[in-house]
Every structure is written in C-alpha cells, then in structure tokens.
C-alpha cells in the first residue's frame, strides 16, 4: 500500500485525499491553518457567519461522489439548499436580467424562465439565444472544459482535441464565442461574465468560459446548508472516517527530496515523514519557490513560472446588517458603466479601475442561520490586478475601496446601508497572499488565457520529480470548483497508477 502526502485542506486537496484514502492508499493530510477549506473557510463575528468560499455550488453531483467513492450518502453529512433565482444582473441605468433555474421548482426547462427574460431585454436575440444554447449543449456533450480536455499536459492529448477545439472554435473569447450568436451587450456582458468570476479575463480566455451559463441553466446553483465552511470540514470528517490522518496547525516548511523523488515532507513543529508520493493543492509558486527551496528543481522551476500570466486578485467585503432583504437575491452582480474598459484596466494595465463590477453574494437569504434573527450576511467581491501588477500599500487603500464598494451597495440596493451596519471587515490581495501564500495575492493561481487552460504551466504531476504531483486552481486554471475538482480526479488516478 503506498504512502501518499497531501499538502493543503483546500477543496481541491480534500477530494484528492478522500479519493487516494478510499482507493487504498496510506493518505496523511496537512493543513496549516487550525480549519479544513483553505479559502473556503467560515468565521463568526457577532453572531454572523461569513463564508470565503464560492458563492453558490454548481454540478453537486462532482462532491457527491466522493462519499460515494465507500458507499457513504453526502445528505447525511450536508444539506444542499438550491437557489431558484441563480443571478440578477444589475446594471446602472436600471436594466435587470434575472437568470433563473427550473431545477429547485422541479421545471423541465431549467431554460424557459431564461427565455423569457431574453425576450423582454433582447427580442431581437430569441433565434440568436437558441442558437448558442444549442452550441453550448454540443460542446458540454462532448466535455470541452479546458480542465477536463487537458487530462494530460502531453501534445497526444493536445493532438487528439485539436479536431473539437476546431469544430467549436476555440479560439474565440468568452466574450467572443457570446457575440457570435448574440447583439445585445446587456446579454453579452451576462453571459460572459462567468469567466472574470473565475479570475479570467472574458475577452482574452477561452471559448469554453462561456458554457456555465448553459450548465447552471441544466443543473441549477447549490448552497451548503452552513457555508463552504461547513462542507469542508464534512469532507475532513469523511476522509478520517475512512481512516485518513489530518495533521492541522502544521505548515508544511520542506519537501526533502532525494535523486528524482519528493523523499519526506516536514513541518514547522518538526514533525518529518518519509512517503511514496506527494501532492501539493498549494499554490505553486509557493510549492517550488518555499517548499523545495532547497532542491534544484524548486528555484528552477519559479523562475520558469515566473514567466507565465497569473490570475488577478480580488478585494472582497464581508458585512452584516440590521433587516432582513427579500427583495435581494442570494446572488446579485452590480455592473459597471464599462465591460471591456474595465477588464483592460485590470488584466492589461494592471490599474485599480474608476468603476468596477460587484459580485453580491447574500447568503442568509438561502440561509437564514447564517444571521442572527431580524438581521442579514453579506459579501460584496471585486475583481483586482494581483500586486505584481498593482504593488500599491492596501493598508491604505483597503478601507479607501471598502467605502466605495459599501457606498455602491447602499446606492443602489440598501439606501441607509451604513445607519444599518453591524459589522464589517475586508479582505485584501495582501490578505490572500499572508495566508494563503497566494503568489502576488492572485486568487486563482495561474491565468486562464487560453493558452495555458488548454497546456497547463505544469499540470498534475512534476516533469522532473517523478512522484510529485498537483491539484487545486494551480494544476487547472481558470476552471472554479469544477476544475479543482476535477484536478483531483485527474491527479488520483495517476498517483493510483503509477505509485501502486
């Protein structure tokens, strides 16, 4: 049976360790912080609970199976509550598209509530409509996610999708996959919009970034009865019932190696084991620069990834408030007078944009235990450059974009925001990179240009190391939950192969 280390409690690295712990491997799981979840943790202040994590679930199917994988029911463990209004979009000059699922109503069409809307807002882009959500099912079909394509970083592989990446026109943009069936820019910028959500640029990442309009139309938007923190430490709690080792309030400070294998992997406290196959779910700057700092292949391998595009960053507001708000869906977006302009600023220039777009998340609305009673949780995210591209002091400027961000909320949605106010903090790309060791604070890791979703800067395992291997938003850029997911999916069957 082999022994196999996984670095970091993410998501990406809980379902990497479920997987190896319930295939028959010796799985020991590290985690520096005291909580399961990585960025998708929960904490408490005043009777709140604020969650880090996504801002809804999307395939739950994906999770599922991990508890699955030993004959485990995840609906013992968590609570799946489905949100029916998936997102409002919100525009300054009043327009407002609601993207609605049949899924929670138990509709057939998740669709038609869509269709509706298309034809209120855009009637000239019904045909134009039906078009793309037919070429959209035809790429879903035939599984052409960039983090799902590239199962391997090999050019067989690469060869083998060249045909698909062809016939769908892969090249195009997000944004330009979008305007080819669609002349509305309000439906346009809705569409495309999954792609910055991710920390990718919609008119520089590729076609397949616009296909989670179709599939959260399909499959619906999920919320975990509790928070992303709450379904992390579900997943810790599964991978120790199968029998799993959690090390926690350890970071990891060396991977030893020896010749061209990941020997030993040792702690701050001094802890050090020798194992057959380690993973890392951290971020891989931090995996090469920090933890193998002193091997050859470490320093080697940072300045290599240097080059590459990295994902920006985002600067999010966690507040509570007095009253509860209906008429506020779960999830709300605030777009900005500029679509593109904005995304140059932020992905080209590397500028902290005069306008922005505002990614609302209200949870206590799905989820009422989240608040105390008579009051409400709110998450206010932004997209940010990442501060090799925006090295301003956000001690400073951090409360400086809170006000705005704050003011934008009460402006548009919650005019007496700020006599309603309970508690409030921020999150900063400076936050991000101390606790996470998120290279330059960047939220996603690597870019998900196109280039580098389809062959990755490294992929599921070292080139050199034979028995070092990757998962997380690292090993597949630009893909979310789903690709970290399926990251783990993808490094368990390799390590299962060839560590056996």
């Given at each position: 049976?082999?022994?196999?280390?996984?670095?970091?409690?993410?998501?990406?690295?809980?379902?990497?360790?479920?997987?190896?712990?319930?295939?028959?491997?010796?799985?020991?799981?590290?985690?520096?912080?005291?909580?399961?979840?990585?960025?998708?943790?929960?904490?408490?202040?005043?009777?709140?609970?604020?969650?880090?994590?996504?801002?809804?679930?999307?395939?739950?199917?994906?999770?599922?199976?991990?508890?699955?994988?030993?004959?485990?029911?995840?609906?013992?463990?968590?609570?799946?509550?489905?949100?029916?209004?998936?997102?409002?979009?919100?525009?300054?000059?009043?327009?407002?598209?609601?993207?609605?699922?049949?899924?929670?109503?138990?509709?057939?069409?998740?669709?038609?509530?869509?269709?509706?809307?298309?034809?209120?807002?855009?009637?000239?882009?019904?045909?134009?409509?039906?078009?793309?959500?037919?070429?959209?099912?035809?790429?879903?079909?035939?599984?052409?996610?960039?983090?799902?394509?590239?199962?391997?970083?090999?050019?067989?592989?690469?060869?083998?999708?060249?045909?698909?990446?062809?016939?769908?026109?892969?090249?195009?943009?997000?944004?330009?996959?979008?305007?080819?069936?669609?002349?509305?820019?309000?439906?346009?910028?809705?569409?495309?919009?999954?792609?910055?959500?991710?920390?990718?640029?919609?008119?520089?990442?590729?076609?397949?970034?616009?296909?989670?309009?179709?599939?959260?139309?399909?499959?619906?938007?999920?919320?975990?009865?509790?928070?992303?923190?709450?379904?992390?430490?579900?997943?810790?709690?599964?991978?120790?019932?199968?029998?799993?080792?959690?090390?926690?309030?350890?970071?990891?400070?060396?991977?030893?190696?020896?010749?061209?294998?990941?020997?030993?992997?040792?702690?701050?406290?001094?802890?050090?084991?020798?194992f057959d196959a380690v993973a890392s779910s951290a971020d891989m700057m931090h995996t090469y620069r920090d933890l193998l700092g002193s091997s050859n292949r470490g320093p080697e391998m940072a300045r290599k990834l240097l080059r590459r595009s990295f994902a920006p960053s985002m600067f999010t507001v966690h507040f509570g408030v007095e009253g509860s708000w209906p008429g506020?869906?779960?999830?709300?977006?605030?777009?900005?007078?500029?679509?593109?302009?904005?995304?140059?600023?932020?992905?080209?220039?590397?500028?902290?944009?005069?306008?922005?777009?505002?990614?609302?998340?209200?949870?206590?609305?799905?989820?009422?235990?989240?608040?105390?009673?008579?009051?409400?949780?709110?998450?206010a995210k932004i997209v940010v450059a990442n501060q090799a591209q925006l090295p301003i002091d956000w001690d400073q400027a951090g409360p400086l974009i809170e006000r705005r961000i704050l003011d934008e909320v009460g402006r548009r949605l919650i005019p007496d925001l700020a006599d309603r106010l309970v508690t409030k903090f921020h999150v900063s790309p400076r936050d991000l990179?101390?606790?996470?060791?998120?290279?330059?604070?960047?939220?996603?890791?690597?870019?998900?240009?196109?280039?580098?979703?389809?062959?990755?800067?490294?992929?599921?395992?070292?080139?050199?190391?034979?028995?070092?291997?990757?998962?997380?938003?690292?090993?597949?850029?630009?893909?979310?939950?789903?690709?970290?997911?399926?990251?783990?999916?993808?490094?368990?069957?390799?390590?299962?192969?060839?560590?056996?």
């Amino acid at each position: 049976m082999s022994r196999v280390c996984v670095i970091g409690a993410g998501l990406g690295g809980l379902a990497l360790a479920i997987r190896l712990q319930s295939s028959g491997a010796e799985t020991t799981l590290i985690e520096a912080h005291e909580a399961p979840g990585g960025q998708c943790r929960s904490q408490t202040r005043e009777g709140f609970t604020f969650d880090s994590g996504p801002a809804a679930l999307a395939e739950p199917a994906a999770v599922a199976e991990l508890w699955q994988l030993a004959g485990g029911d995840m609906a013992e463990d968590v609570e799946l509550l489905p949100l029916e209004l998936l997102h409002r979009f919100n525009w300054p000059d009043g327009t407002l598209l609601d993207v609605t699922s049949g899924i929670a109503g138990g509709a057939s069409d998740g669709g038609a509530a869509m269709r509706r809307e298309v034809a209120r807002i855009a009637p000239d882009d019904a045909a134009g409509y039906e078009e793309f959500l037919r070429w959209s099912d035809q790429a879903l079909r035939e599984g052409t996610a960039p983090w799902r394509v590239a199962a391997r970083r090999d050019l067989t592989n690469l060869a083998r999708s060249a045909p698909m990446f062809a016939r769908h026109q892969a090249w195009r943009s997000a944004y330009g996959t979008v305007a080819r069936f669609i002349k509305s820019e309000p439906l346009r910028e809705a569409i495309s919009l999954a792609a910055l959500a991710e920390g990718a640029n919609p008119f520089a990442s590729g076609a397949f970034h616009a296909l989670d309009h179709k599939r959260e139309l399909d499959h619906g938007l999920w919320w975990p009865k509790g928070g992303f923190g709450k379904l992390a430490a579900a997943m810790a709690s599964r991978f120790e019932q199968l029998g799993g080792t959690l090390v926690a309030r350890d970071p990891v400070l060396h991977i030893h190696t020896l010749g061209d294998r990941a020997s030993e992997v040792e702690c701050v406290s001094g802890w050090r084991q020798r194992f057959d196959a380690v993973a890392s779910s951290a971020d891989m700057m931090h995996t090469y620069r920090d933890l193998l700092g002193s091997s050859n292949r470490g320093p080697e391998m940072a300045r290599k990834l240097l080059r590459r595009s990295f994902a920006p960053s985002m600067f999010t507001v966690h507040f509570g408030v007095e009253g509860s708000w209906p008429g506020i869906p779960h999830n709300t977006v605030l777009m900005g007078q500029r679509y593109k302009g904005m995304a140059q600023d932020i992905f080209e220039h590397g500028l902290l944009p005069r306008d922005f777009i505002v990614f609302l998340t209200h949870a206590s609305l799905t989820d009422p235990g989240l608040a105390p009673p008579g009051k409400s949780t709110f998450r206010a995210k932004i997209v940010v450059a990442n501060q090799a591209q925006l090295p301003i002091d956000w001690d400073q400027a951090g409360p400086l974009i809170e006000r705005r961000i704050l003011d934008e909320v009460g402006r548009r949605l919650i005019p007496d925001l700020a006599d309603r106010l309970v508690t409030k903090f921020h999150v900063s790309p400076r936050d991000l990179a101390l606790d996470f060791n998120m290279w330059a604070g960047s939220a996603s890791g690597f870019a998900a240009t196109r280039n580098q979703s389809v062959w990755p800067p490294v992929g599921e395992r070292d080139a050199s190391l034979r028995n070092l291997y990757f998962a997380g938003i690292g090993a597949r850029p630009g893909g979310g939950l789903a690709g970290v997911l399926t990251s783990a999916r993808v490094a368990a069957k390799r390590i299962l192969e060839e560590q056996r």
